[in-house]
């Protein structure tokens, strides 16, 4: 089954635009989290949705917002871009949780190639 | 307050021969813990995974072991492989189920 794609794949924005990232999960997940990475920071967790709704969120600005959609897919907005905004962001999405496992999005992750941001 | 740490960035090994990775954390509470790889230009691959039930995990040439007491766990390669060469990342879930991840640590595997 195809796999989680994000677009754009690359975008160069100036100070002060706005930018809005792209996923679409794999067929059935329903979970679909946003990561930024940026070098000798490993992943920083941005926000998590499941079913519509924002179920997680991690230490961000304001600026950084999210939306899901009846179908899955899901969208992030930058506002006001900052320099320190350039990094490639990573979608992923999981799968509903296993009898027996009533926790959701403890295990596999399936990313997609990343979105990278470039503000000048 | 990082709450995962993979303190190595970088590590170069023989092919062929062991690599471990090493991760540590900080809460107590957390109950689940993964390993992923990243090639560049490329999203990161689940790996592996443990939950703290247990202290071992095997997966072919890739083990990860969890000393809860010692809030550490490791993930070994044997053997090596050219095509291992990527960066890894260990992250750990808690109840609330939200992953928190390490910084990552490139692993060089040498010819």
């Known amino acids: 089954k195809a796999g989680v794609t994000q677009t754009p794949r690359y975008l160069i924005k100036t100070r002060g635009q706005q930018v809005t990232l792209s996923c679409s999960p794999i067929?059935?997940?329903?979970?679909v989290s946003w990561y930024q990475q940026t070098p000798g920071q490993g992943l920083q967790f941005l926000f998590e949705?499941?079913?519509?709704?924002?179920?997680n969120k991690g230490n961000f600005p304001g600026r950084f917002s999210g939306r899901q959609f009846s179908n899955s897919r899901s969208e992030m907005n930058v506002s006001t871009l900052e320099l320190g905004d350039s990094a490639l962001y990573l979608c992923?999405?999981?799968?509903?949780?296993?009898?027996?496992?009533?926790?959701?999005?403890?295990?596999?992750?399936?990313f997609g190639e990343g979105s990278r941001l470039t503000v000048l | 307050d990082q709450q995962v740490k993979q303190n190595s960035p970088s590590l170069s090994v023989q092919e062929g021969r062991i690599s471990i990775l090493n991760c540590d954390y900080t809460?107590?509470?957390?109950?689940?813990f993964l390993w992923y790889k990243k090639y560049p230009a490329e999203g990161p691959t689940f790996l592996i995974s443990?939950?703290?039930i247990k202290d071992k995990n095997e997966d072919g040439r890739f083990t990860v072991f969890l000393n809860k007491s010692a809030k550490h766990l490791s993930l070994h390669i044997v053997p090596s492989q050219p095509g291992d060469s990527a960066v890894y990342f260990c992250?750990?879930?808690?109840?609330?189920?939200?992953?928190?991840w390490g910084a990552g640590t490139k692993l060089i595997i040498k010819p």
């Open positions: 809460n107590s509470m957390f109950d689940y």
């Open positions: 067929s059935g997940h329903r979970s």
């Open positions: 443990i939950s703290s």
């Open positions: 949705y499941f079913s519509e709704t924002q179920r």
């Open positions: 992923a999405s999981s799968s509903p949780g296993l009898a027996g496992r009533p926790r959701e999005n403890t295990g596999e992750l399936f």
């Open positions: 992250a750990a879930s808690g109840s609330n189920y939200q992953l928190i």
